[in-house]
C-alpha cells in the first residue's frame, strides 16, 4: 500500500523490522530529502533522493527514516 508522508526537519520512521523487505520512495516534491537507518544522524549523512527521483531498495532490512532541510514535503513510500 503506497503511503503519503510529510518530511520536514525531523526524521520520520517508514519502516522497521529484521525481515527484509522491498522499500520504494517517491520524492512528489520540490525539494532534496533524504534517507537514514538512524534518526539521530544529520541531514548530510542521509542518502539524498532528488525532487522527482525514486528510490528502490528489494532488501532493506531494519529502520528508515526520511528527513529534509525544509518542512512539509510531499514523498509517495510503499513497505511491502
Known amino acids: 500500500m503506497i503511503k503519503k508522508v510529510v518530511v520536514g526537519t525531523t526524521p520520520v ?3 522497521e523490522g529484521s525481515n527484509p523487505k522491498t522499500l520504494i520512495i517517491y ?3 520540490s525539494s532534496i530529502i533524504y534517507l537514514t537507518s538512524d ?3 544529520p541531514v548530510s549523512e542521509g542518502i539524498p533522493i532528488d525532487a522527482g527521483a525514486s528510490y528502490v531498495n528489494d532488501y532493506a532490512k531494519g529502520d528508515y527514516y526520511l ?3 525544509s518542512s ?3 514523498v ?3 513497505v511491502n
Open 39 to 41: 534518526a539521530s544522524k
Open 27 to 29: 520524492n512528489n516534491s
Open 76 to 78: 509517495r513510500v510503499e
Open 13 to 15: 520512521k517508514i519502516a
Open 67 to 69: 528527513l529534509a532541510e
Open 72 to 74: 512539509g514535503l510531499d
